[in-house]
């Protein structure tokens, strides 16, 4: 893994709980929204999920993000850092 900010392990697992997180989301855009933030902690590690919707939810993605603490002590997510986790293409069958 290229990324300095998370190992091959953390990445295997924030990977498994994106997959359910991303699932849940999915299924239920309605109750989230199409631009969703969550946090994971892997191991006393906190890194934030984005999951969104491009093309009227024909494209929805989940994003890995690294996480800091701010000068006021709380975490603040690194924008400009992050890995592609998810990718997917919905099709119609009307």
Request: charged residues 30%; aromatic residues 14%; negative net charge.
């Given at each position: 893994m290229s990324k300095q900010w998370i190992t091959k392990d953390e990445h295997g697992r924030a990977f498994y709980e994106a997959e359910k997180i991303f699932g849940d989301w999915i299924s239920r855009t309605a109750m989230y929204d199409e631009d969703y933030w969550v946090?994971?902690?892997?191991?006393g590690?906190?890194?934030?999920?984005n999951l969104w919707q491009k093309d009227d939810g024909k494209w929805s993605y989940?994003?890995?993000?690294?996480t800091k603490?701010?000068?006021?002590?709380?975490?603040?997510?690194?924008?400009?850092?992050?890995?592609?986790?998810?990718?997917?293409?919905?099709?119609?069958?009307?």
């Amino acid at each position: 893994m290229s990324k300095q900010w998370i190992t091959k392990d953390e990445h295997g697992r924030a990977f498994y709980e994106a997959e359910k997180i991303f699932g849940d989301w999915i299924s239920r855009t309605a109750m989230y929204d199409e631009d969703y933030w969550v946090s994971v902690d892997i191991d006393g590690k906190v890194f934030d999920l984005n999951l969104w919707q491009k093309d009227d939810g024909k494209w929805s993605y989940c994003t890995i993000h690294p996480t800091k603490v701010n000068n006021k002590g709380q975490l603040e997510t690194v924008g400009t850092e992050y890995i592609r986790m998810i990718t997917l293409e919905r099709h119609s069958y009307e």
